[in-house]
């Protein structure tokens, strides 16, 4: 699975970006998807998770209220929607698939491919 990430940018605090992923590979609709951000000087970490039909989702608790992830499997991609934006949100965000089924785990090492990113900042 080869996935790459678009839709970063610059944007104020309050506003709204929306990250779009588009993967490659016949066997998309069966892998849980997620999206980690790496903040400046901080360590990568789980932002939200998705199972394979979408009907099943997972927040980091700093995000809850405010990112919705989503996936179109005819399309094949995950997007995540991200409004009232922080300043605290800027960091370099990853897509990435398993083909495992823990939509919801927090363990980077879950996931078996991963997108090059794309940078998010938040000004204040």
């Known amino acids: 699975v080869q996935l790459q990430a678009s839709g970063g940018g610059l944007v104020q605090a309050g506003g709204s970006l929306r990250l779009s992923c588009a993967a490659s590979?016949?066997?998309?609709?069966?892998?849980?998807m997620g999206w980690f951000r790496r903040a400046p000087g901080k360590e990568r970490e789980f932002v939200a998770g998705i199972n394979w039909s979408g009907g099943l989702t997972s927040y980091t608790d700093s995000v809850k209220g405010r990112f919705a992830i989503s996936r179109d499997n005819a399309k094949n991609t995950v997007d995540l929607q991200m409004n009232s934006l922080k300043p605290e949100d800027t960091a370099v965000y990853y897509c990435a698939a398993t083909p495992g089924s823990r939509y919801n785990s927090r363990w980077s090492g879950e996931y078996a491919y991963w997108g090059l990113g794309t940078l998010v900042t938040v000004s204040s």
């Open positions: 590979g016949r066997t998309f609709s069966s892998y849980v």
